[in-house]
């Protein structure tokens, strides 16, 4: 799917441009984002920064939020943790997000994925606000 044929409720964070975030499938409370590897977020050893990392995985867990989040609703990121399992030195990786429980308060699960390798974990809350 093309940029274009997803539709998020509110407009396209600016950081998803400077990522190079594609939003891949959103729907149900789940979602499936994407990255290329830029050198220009890598660490000292040229291994993708975690804080990028990171910053996928709460990108893919508030697009999932924004799936079955009421029109209009706003929400924030209260909670999250990550477990980094491999190193990311290049490629494409992706990130799957999924709701497990609606309501006011969201917890949401995803995984990070690069060549097939799970390279990281992340538990989130999101709470909706007025």
Known sequence: ????SIRLPF???KIFDTMK????????G???????????????????????IFTLADAACGVAVAS??????????????????EPIKEGITLCCA????????MPVESEVWNSDVLTAKANAIYTLVD
């Open 68 to 85: 079955v989040a009421r029109e209009g609703k706003k929400f924030l990121t209260s909670q999250m943790n990550i477990n980094y399992l």
């Open 1 to 4: 799917m093309s940029r274009e």
């Open 11 to 13: 407009d396209r964070p």
């Open 30 to 52: 789940e979602a499936e984002l994407s990255m290329p590897f830029l050198e220009q977020y890598t660490q000292h050893y040229e291994m993708l920064h975690g804080g990028v």
């Open 98 to 105: 999924k709701v497990l429980r609606q309501g006011r308060i």
């Open 21 to 28: 975030i594609e939003i891949l499938r959103m729907g149900n």
